[in-house]
């Protein structure tokens, strides 16, 4: 093995960990494992899908990425929380007639919704090959923060009743899960700060279990292994759902590029640059497109997992790829699946509650961060538009543009937002937004985050 094969010490870590020895690898992949399995789990909790099926997606998508940018980029990809206004517009939960209570999942709608998480992967995969024939300024000059960041905003307002609604049903276990992730994530060291959520979820679990909250039957009557896959919960296509989510893409994306700035800015390597953003935005779309076409929800790259590699200073990709192979096995266990969906909705709203607040704060970090100027009344109309829009026409249920008895199709207040809000940008005068001024050259010092 070369001298550069070796360990790394110092600030820059370790670049290949096969000198650390295959246990010690085993053990850093779980720890990413670990990472993930919080967030991603929660995503299939609140709309309704199938967790085997989202730890198989997740798996098989981070596995994708790593082939698409020729493996150089320690990229974790888990269920994407940015979708979730989307999934709620399209598959609401239906009323459980015992409590009253919208909680049982939508098996109709969601695969349409999941139709609509393939098609805002291809919006990636677009995005990707636009910037790769034109370059990412005179892309990206049509989504600048004035646009996305109202968008993120608005997506975490429009889902907040319903973290409400299900915090309501045990607001014990709601603030035990809420209070467990604040003293996590502000008070807690090492592996506790990284991993809030999942810490949320097995404290509050462990007051539903000493209260009797969960029901164990559905664990006991499950098989040990099976298929994570139903073709029942495979994608469907249709205009109006499409429609709804694919516009989601976009705020999406500047999440995923502000996770490879992160990334980069951890390991010191520029991944924006080498493979290339429109390698990583390419990785990231098609593992979206299949985790919906298959059922799952749409991917992204993982911030905790980002935290782990901070943490442990082991920056190569094959610990994340071990990762991504532990995730696809505990997607073949339907107990693990059962054991997942015991978690009582209450514990779900009390993290939603954090959660969906986070989203919207992201929206204004956004903003702040790359200091939009509101001051400037195109910059003031552009985000009042999206932010009424959104708000406002999610309220009345959207707006119907055809509607026959063979078709119908709507749009959503977040469809509406988005596309007026890129229309403003691209019609009002002063649009001066630069995507990373020196991107070919040293982009350290427009990608901190």
Same mark, same amino acid.
């Given at each position: 093995?070369? %001298? %550069? &094969?070796?360990?790394?010490?110092?600030?820059?870590?370790? %670049?290949?960990?096969?000198?650390?020895?295959?246990?010690?690898?085993?053990?850093?992949?779980?720890?990413?494992?670990?990472?993930?399995?919080?967030?991603?789990?929660?995503?299939?909790?609140?709309?309704?899908?199938?967790?085997?099926?989202?730890?198989?997606?997740?798996?098989?998508?981070?596995?994708?990425?790593?082939?698409? /940018?020729?493996?150089?980029?320690?990229?974790?990809?888990?269920?994407?929380?940015?979708?979730?206004?989307?999934?709620?517009?399209?598959?609401?939960?239906?009323?459980?007639? *015992?409590?009253?209570?919208?909680?049982?999942?939508?098996?109709?709608?969601?695969?349409?919704?999941? #139709?609509?998480?393939?098609?805002?992967?291809?919006?990636?995969?677009?995005?990707?090959?636009? $910037?790769?024939?034109? #370059?990412?300024?005179?892309?990206?000059?049509?989504?600048?923060?004035?646009?996305?960041?109202? $968008?993120?905003?608005?997506?975490?307002? @429009?889902?907040?009743?319903?973290?409400? /609604?299900?915090?309501?049903?045990?607001?014990?276990?709601?603030?035990?899960?809420?209070?467990?992730?604040?003293?996590?994530?502000?008070?807690?060291?090492?592996?506790?700060? @990284? $991993?809030?959520?999942?810490?949320?979820?097995?404290?509050?679990?462990?007051?539903?279990?000493?209260?009797?909250?969960?029901?164990?039957?559905?664990?006991?009557?499950? *098989?040990?292994?099976?298929?994570?896959?139903?073709?029942?919960?495979?994608?469907?296509?249709?205009?109006?759902?499409? =429609?709804?989510?694919?516009?989601?893409?976009?705020?999406?994306?500047? !999440?995923? $590029?502000?996770?490879?700035?992160?990334?980069?800015? /951890? /390991?010191?390597?520029? +991944?924006?640059?080498?493979?290339?953003?429109?390698?990583?935005?390419?990785?990231?779309?098609?593992?979206?497109?299949?985790?919906?076409?298959?059922?799952?929800?749409?991917?992204?790259?993982?911030?905790?997992?980002?935290?782990? =590699?901070?943490?442990?200073?082991?920056?190569?990709?094959?610990?994340?790829?071990?990762?991504?192979?532990?995730?696809?096995?505990?997607?073949?266990?339907?107990?693990?699946?059962?054991?997942?969906?015991?978690?009582?909705?209450? @514990?779900?709203?009390?993290?939603?509650?954090?959660?969906?607040?986070?989203?919207?704060?992201? #929206?204004?970090?956004?903003?702040? !961060?790359?200091?939009?100027?509101?001051?400037?009344?195109?910059?003031?109309?552009?985000?009042?538009?999206?932010?009424?829009?959104?708000?406002? +026409?999610?309220?009345?249920?959207?707006?119907?543009?055809?509607?026959?008895?063979?078709?119908?199709?709507?749009?959503?207040?977040?469809?509406?937002?988005?596309?007026?809000?890129?229309?403003?940008?691209?019609?009002?005068?002063?649009?001066?937004? !630069?995507?990373? &001024?020196?991107?070919?050259?040293?982009?350290?010092?427009?990608?901190?985050?």
């Amino acid at each position: 093995m070369s %001298e %550069e &094969k070796k360990i790394r010490v110092g600030d820059e870590g370790i %670049e290949d960990a096969r000198v650390l020895g295959t246990p010690k690898m085993l053990v850093l992949g779980l720890q990413h494992v670990f990472a993930m399995f919080g967030a991603t789990v929660l995503v299939p909790l609140i709309t309704g899908l199938n967790v085997s099926t989202t730890l198989l997606m997740a798996g098989l998508g981070t596995l994708l990425f790593h082939l698409v /940018t020729k493996g150089k980029v320690p990229a974790f990809l888990g269920s994407s929380f940015a979708f979730l206004g989307g999934f709620a517009l399209v598959a609401p939960k239906l009323v459980d007639p *015992e409590t009253g209570l919208q909680t049982v999942a939508n098996t109709e709608m969601l695969p349409y919704a999941c #139709g609509g998480v393939v098609a805002a992967g291809l919006v990636y995969v677009i995005v990707a090959a636009l $910037i790769g024939v034109f #370059g990412v300024n005179r892309v990206m000059r049509f989504f600048p923060p004035v646009v996305t960041g109202p $968008i993120i905003i608005s997506i975490g307002l @429009i889902l907040a009743p319903s973290a409400i /609604t299900n915090a309501s049903t045990d607001w014990l276990l709601a603030v035990v899960a809420l209070t467990t992730i604040i003293i996590c994530n502000i008070w807690g060291k090492g592996m506790v700060k @990284i $991993i809030p959520i999942l810490l949320g979820v097995a404290v509050s679990y462990g007051v539903a279990v000493v209260t009797g909250a969960v029901d164990f039957t559905a664990i006991n009557q499950a *098989e040990l292994l099976g298929s994570p896959l139903n073709p029942a919960a495979f994608a469907k296509f249709d205009l109006s759902a499409i =429609l709804t989510i694919m516009p989601i893409a976009l705020a999406a994306m500047m !999440e995923h $590029i502000g996770d490879m700035a992160a990334i980069s800015a /951890t /390991t010191g390597h520029n +991944f924006i640059a080498d493979p290339g953003l429109a390698r990583t935005l390419m990785g990231d779309g098609l593992a979206t497109s299949l985790a919906g076409f298959f059922g799952g929800p749409a991917n992204t790259t993982y911030g905790e997992n980002t935290g782990v =590699l901070a943490l442990t200073k082991v920056y190569d990709p094959k610990v994340v790829r071990i990762a991504a192979c532990v995730a696809v096995l505990l997607s073949l266990s339907p107990k693990f699946d059962a054991l997942v969906n015991t978690i009582p909705t209450a @514990i779900i709203g009390g993290i939603s509650l954090i959660l969906y607040g986070m989203i919207s704060a992201i #929206g204004v970090r956004n903003v702040v !961060e790359n200091q939009v100027d509101f001051t400037r009344s195109r910059n003031l109309i552009i985000a009042a538009v999206i932010l009424v829009s959104a708000l406002g +026409f999610n309220s009345v249920g959207g707006l119907t543009l055809v509607s026959t008895p063979d078709l119908t199709i709507s749009l959503s207040g977040l469809a509406i937002a988005a596309i007026l809000g890129i229309a403003l940008n691209a019609v009002l005068p002063g649009n001066d937004y !630069e995507f990373g &001024k020196d991107l070919d050259g040293d982009t350290s010092a427009n990608f901190q985050m």
